[in-house]
């Protein structure tokens, strides 16, 4: 087949959605099919910023909401305009990764599947960026629905979402929960020392490493509350952070208030490959998620890639976390903001290092049986096939 994988949200970007997107490819592709990406970047820079990205904070500053509904408006003109100029490649398939972009595939006449990574309309009231009760959010809403109903075939990336579409449209998905490329995210722990001395750390230091976008829902505020009860145990510690977002001046006020400036780290948004390399230095991965304005947590890729990457993993208890990690046995589950079992989390496996190696082994041996992209990527060709 030759498929189309489209989004109106820039590609590449540090995020999950554009992660799935790339290994979604990756595991399309050594099945043999041909894939293309078009995204919102594929947009000419000027257009972005005169016609979308400018008109949308302006309308903002008028009514909180009123610019992201532009945003998307414009978005999905702009994607329904580039699928439309590439349509001579003959896809036979889009696989569409959010509900205005499915908008624009159905305009082009192209059989269209819808990929549901969240509840768009949630998560935008959790960022602040939508105004909870208000008609764009019944405008959005209805986006959703329109675009599930209007989709050949619907896959979400967990069994909640799967939940979530039924009951908002009506309609069956399917749940193809989220991968990994299980070549790229693998064990690499003999480079800790070549790593950390790269990046300036010591042998002796205790890194725990967030790989999280900085928002409100990844309840990245947390690591760092706990930071100070975990330096009185062991004041070698640093938390490193690779990612950008709304909540890192809310994390800079934290840091100043508790003096933590020498054991903080804030990498913003950086390049995937080497957010491997963190997870090799790293001695313990948190991905400390929490319920934000009705949005929890799906198959949280950073959680994947801790998994199969070696790190002992600890993670919140909601979502689909709840569904990837074994408590005990291949990472440890936490109740989301509370701090104090958070610290005492991190201080055992730091007290007690050949179980927090346990359960990285087994969580290795999970993503390669249940988290393969190439074992997704089968899963998606079958739905695929079906749409047609």
Same mark, same amino acid.
């Given at each position: 087949?030759?498929?189309?994988?489209?989004?109106?949200?820039?590609?590449?970007?540090?995020?999950?959605?554009?992660?799935?997107?790339?290994? @979604?490819?990756?595991?399309?592709?050594?099945?043999?099919?041909?894939?293309?990406?078009?995204?919102?970047?594929?947009?000419? $820079?000027?257009?972005?910023?005169?016609?979308?990205?400018?008109? !949308?904070?302006?309308?903002? +500053?008028?009514?909180?909401? +009123?610019?992201?509904?532009?945003?998307?408006?414009?978005?999905?003109?702009?994607?329904?305009?580039?699928?439309?100029?590439?349509?001579?490649?003959?896809?036979?398939?889009?696989?569409?990764?959010?509900?205005?972009?499915?908008? $624009? $595939?159905?305009?082009?006449?192209?059989?269209?599947? =819808? %990929?549901?990574?969240?509840?768009? %309309?949630?998560?935008?009231?959790?960022?602040?960026?939508?105004?909870?009760?208000?008609?764009?959010?019944?405008?959005?809403?209805?986006?959703?629905?329109?675009?599930?109903?209007? =989709?050949?075939?619907?896959? %979400?990336?967990?069994?909640?979402?799967?939940?979530?579409?039924?009951?908002?449209?009506?309609?069956?998905?399917?749940?193809?929960?989220?991968?990994?490329?299980?070549?790229?995210?693998?064990?690499?722990?003999?480079? /800790?020392?070549?790593?950390? /001395?790269? &990046?300036?750390?010591?042998?002796?230091?205790?890194?725990?490493?967030?790989?999280?976008? @900085?928002?409100?829902?990844?309840?990245?505020?947390?690591?760092? #509350?706990?930071?100070?009860?975990?330096? *009185?145990?062991?004041?070698? %510690?640093?938390?490193?952070?690779?990612?950008?977002?709304?909540?890192?001046?809310?994390? /800079?006020?934290?840091?100043?208030?508790?003096?933590?400036?020498?054991?903080?780290?804030?990498?913003?948004?950086?390049?995937?490959?080497?957010? +491997?390399?963190? &997870?090799?230095?790293?001695?313990?991965? #948190?991905?400390?998620?929490?319920?934000?304005?009705g949005v929890e947590e799906a198959t949280s890729i950073s959680a994947l890639e801790a998994?199969?990457?070696?790190?002992?993993?600890? $993670?919140? =208890?909601v979502g689909g976390l709840k569904e990837i990690v074994n408590h005990q046995e291949d990472?440890?589950?936490?109740?989301?903001?509370?701090? *104090?079992?958070?610290?005492?989390?991190?201080?055992?496996?730091?007290?007690?290092?050949?179980?927090?190696?346990?359960f990285a082994a087994k969580a290795r041996q999970k993503i390669e049986s249940e988290y393969?992209?190439?074992?997704?990527? *089968?899963? &998606?060709? !079958?739905?695929?096939?079906?749409?047609?």
């Amino acid at each position: 087949m030759k498929i189309l994988l489209a989004t109106a949200y820039d590609y590449p970007h540090a995020g999950g959605l554009s992660t799935h997107v790339t290994t @979604l490819k990756a595991g399309l592709e050594e099945l043999g099919h041909q894939v293309d990406i078009l995204s919102f970047s594929d947009v000419p $820079a000027w257009k972005r910023k005169a016609l979308a990205q400018g008109p !949308s904070f302006l309308l903002n +500053k008028f009514k909180k909401g +009123k610019g992201i509904v532009w945003s998307h408006k414009m978005r999905r003109k702009f994607l329904q305009g580039l699928i439309e100029a590439n349509k001579q490649k003959g896809y036979d398939l889009i696989n569409a990764q959010d509900p205005f972009t499915v908008l $624009a $595939a159905l305009a082009t006449g192209i059989p269209t599947v =819808a %990929t549901v990574h969240g509840y768009m %309309t949630f998560e935008s009231i959790s960022k602040g960026s939508l105004l909870e009760n208000s008609p764009e959010e019944e405008y959005m809403k209805d986006i959703e629905v329109q675009a599930y109903r209007g =989709a050949r075939k619907v896959i %979400t990336v967990d069994q909640r979402l799967k939940e979530y579409v039924k009951e908002v449209s009506g309609i069956d998905a399917t749940a193809v929960r989220n991968f990994i490329d299980i070549h790229q995210f693998k064990p690499n722990k003999e480079k /800790k020392h070549e790593y950390r /001395k790269k &990046y300036g750390l010591s042998a002796d230091d205790r890194v725990l490493f967030v790989p999280r976008r @900085l928002t409100r829902k990844n309840g990245v505020i947390y690591p760092a #509350l706990a930071l100070p009860e975990v330096l *009185k145990e062991f004041p070698q %510690t640093k938390l490193i952070y690779a990612g950008s977002g709304e909540a890192l001046d809310e994390l /800079k006020e934290i840091v100043e208030e508790n003096r933590l400036n020498d054991h903080v780290v804030f990498l913003g948004a950086i390049p995937h490959d080497q957010i +491997k390399e963190f &997870y090799a230095l790293s001695d313990v991965v #948190l991905v400390p998620s929490v319920h934000s304005a009705g949005v929890e947590e799906a198959t949280s890729i950073s959680a994947l890639e801790a998994m199969g990457s070696g790190s002992p993993l600890i $993670a919140s =208890a909601v979502g689909g976390l709840k569904e990837i990690v074994n408590h005990q046995e291949d990472g440890l589950l936490v109740e989301e903001k509370n701090i *104090k079992e958070l610290v005492e989390s991190i201080v055992y496996l730091f007290q007690h290092p050949e179980k927090g190696e346990e359960f990285a082994a087994k969580a290795r041996q999970k993503i390669e049986s249940e988290y393969s992209h190439i074992s997704a990527a *089968k899963k &998606y060709e !079958s739905v695929y096939l079906k749409a047609l």
